[in-house]
């Protein structure tokens, strides 16, 4: 959350930023500012969307060829022109950007206030400044970069900063630690990120900063060095990334858009790795860890929010087919639960940005504990893709809307062809079985194109419930999952409150809120739990619940006791999950856009949540 952006070289820095925030919105969007150089500091906030920083700007006076910026996801201090960054030391000599949470800030404070310095926000960031600036105070040889140093030797938490300071004006220093932050190396110019996308256009090679890296950049070179002033290699990798990729076309939105997407993300991420040709799936990225994978003892798979949902469904998957044991595991509850790992395990990381700050510190606790870790995650080259010991990433291409959508169905294709391959090569899968899913993986995009078709359907459904305050989804087996992400989906987006459930769990408590206001949203396809969905619908129609059902092409029965159906094609029912998400994803969407919500950019959230 919160994104950072840099500019130093020969052009104006103002194109640079404002394009960069831009792109780095949907890390945070309650305020945003910049500060440029141009011989002396300006800096420029404002509360709201980067494009009220943009018209604020239209009426000022501003320059130079050396600028921060910064667009913002409160954590300390409420959304407001004074808590938006950059912030500035007491005496003006440092300025900082800042992603993350300086967790000592009260005690740091307590100790500057004693010292006589005062303070105009209520940031945690701007302790960090100005305890930069303390240390810059205490003797002439003390250098910007020592005064950073100096300052983050005493910080505990998380940050990725980009500081400038005006008695040495011809530098951006950055660090990081916990926080992503990567140099765009340009000609004549470089750049700083929290997303190297926000690079993109300007430059063709990064540098991804590693945690603990500490860089100065000048208009002509860079240094690269650790916080605590040790030297650091440098791997400068090229990156590919196409600006055309990030508009929103001919939809409204970009969720409605991602939505779209989900046919060919999904031939995306099977390209090369599901052969029907050959009966056989190749995952290339674990070919060196599959044999302790075949043999690993427990699989745990983390992650958070949809990717959890999709970890779910790959517990499913992968005990069903491959007949390994799994858990499940929110990475904020793991990582701080002392959790039992040995080395026959295997911990599967799941991430969409792979720069979760929850996901990323149970990576590293699964890695202390010896384990092997694996990583599926979307974003090529963020930190989990580069910590883990192998991986597969998911192609889903860059997800803008900050509900997740494409980058969900990719990830359980993903496990689908984890599941099958693990279990052919454990031999607890037969060839017949093993054949009969990959052929019917390979028409799972053709049947999703067939249920966006109903967009406009699912459109007349949302409309009729547009004004309800709570809804339950239901689901059974790999579907309960199904049932969570989609009443994820419509909290986060239209502020109704959801609820996922078991079906079986209905009866023991949530029937209760089950009255003719309140529209209940069922999983039942053909399935292996059909007549057990079809007992747990007759039981909310008995108490006059408002019944929206995802059901079988062709089931007449269903049909008949529902208020709403949404019809998917039949598939096998390892594979439903990928077509039951769709039509929920819709409903979301539909009935956010008759609230008149923001769909992109849901208030309170933010699309990757790099602190705790
Ligand atoms: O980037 P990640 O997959 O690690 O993100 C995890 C969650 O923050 C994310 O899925 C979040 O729940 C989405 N807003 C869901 O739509």
Known sequence: MCGIIGYIGDHDAYPFLIKGLKWLEYRGYDSAGMALFNGHLSIFRKMGKVADLESYMQNQEFGGKTGIGHTRW??????????????????????????????????????????????????????????????????????????????LSKVTGTYGIAVLCSQESDCIIAARKGSPLS?????????????????????????????GDLVVLKKDSFTLKSISNKPVSVKISNIDIHIGDIGKGSFDHFMLKEIHE???????????????????????????????????????????????????????????????????EYASEFRYRNPVIGKNDVVILISQSGETADTLAALRLARDKGALVIGICNVVGSTLARDTDAGIYTHAGIEIGVASTKAFTAQLTVLTLLALKLAWE?????????????????????????????SEKIRTIAEK???????????????????????????????????????????????????????VIVLAPRDENYEKMASSIQEVKARKGNLIAIISEGDNDIREWVNDFIEIPETLPALIPLLGIIPLQLLAYHTAVYRECNVDQPRNLAKSVTVE
């Not at 440092?94 to 300086?102: D, K, L, Y």
């Not at 390979?442 to 999703?448: F, Q, R, T």
């Not at 989804?473 to 959801?498: D, Q, T, W």
């Open 262 to 328: 989900q046919p060919r993300v999904m031939e995306d991420t099977l390209r090369g790795r599901l052969q029907p040709e050959k009966s056989d799936i190749m995952l290339g990225g674990l070919i060196s860890v599959m044999p302790d994978l075949v043999k690993s003892e427990r699989i745990i798979i983390v992650g958070c929010g949809t990717s959890w949902h999709a970890a779910l469904i790959g517990e499913y998957l992968i005990e069903e087919f491959a007949r390994i044991p799994v858990e499940v």
């Open 426 to 454: 454990r031999k607890t899968i037969g060839s017949l079985q093993y054949t009969q899913h990959i052929n019917e993986l390979a028409g799972v995009p053709e049947k999703i194109r067939q249920i966006l078709l109903q």
């Open 465 to 519: 419930h547009k004004s309800v305050r709570n809804s339950i989804y239901l689901g059974r087996g790999n579907l309960f999952p199904v049932a969570l992400e989609g009443a994820l989906k419509m909290k986060e987006i239209s502020y109704i409150h959801a609820e996922g459930y078991a079906a079986g769990e209905m009866k023991h408590g949530p029937i209760a809120l089950v009255d003719e206001h309140l529209p």
């Open 183 to 211: 140099i765009g190396i340009g000609k004549g110019q470089f750049l700083i990120a929290s997303d190297a996308t926000a690079m993109a256009g300007f430059i063709n090679q990064v540098v991804h900063l590693n945690d």
């Open 74 to 151: 409160a954590t300390h201090g409420e959304p407001s022109d004074n808590n938006a960054h950059p912030h500035g030391s007491m005496n003006g000599w440092f300025t900082i950007v800042h992603n993350g949470i300086i967790e000592n800030y009260a005690e740091l404070k307590e100790g500057l206030v004693n010292k006589g310095y005062s303070f105009r926000s209520e940031t945690d960031t701007e302790v960090l400044v100005n305890l930069m600036e303390y240390f810059y105070n205490q003797g002439t040889e003390i250098c910007a970069e020592d005064a950073v140093m100096l300052a």
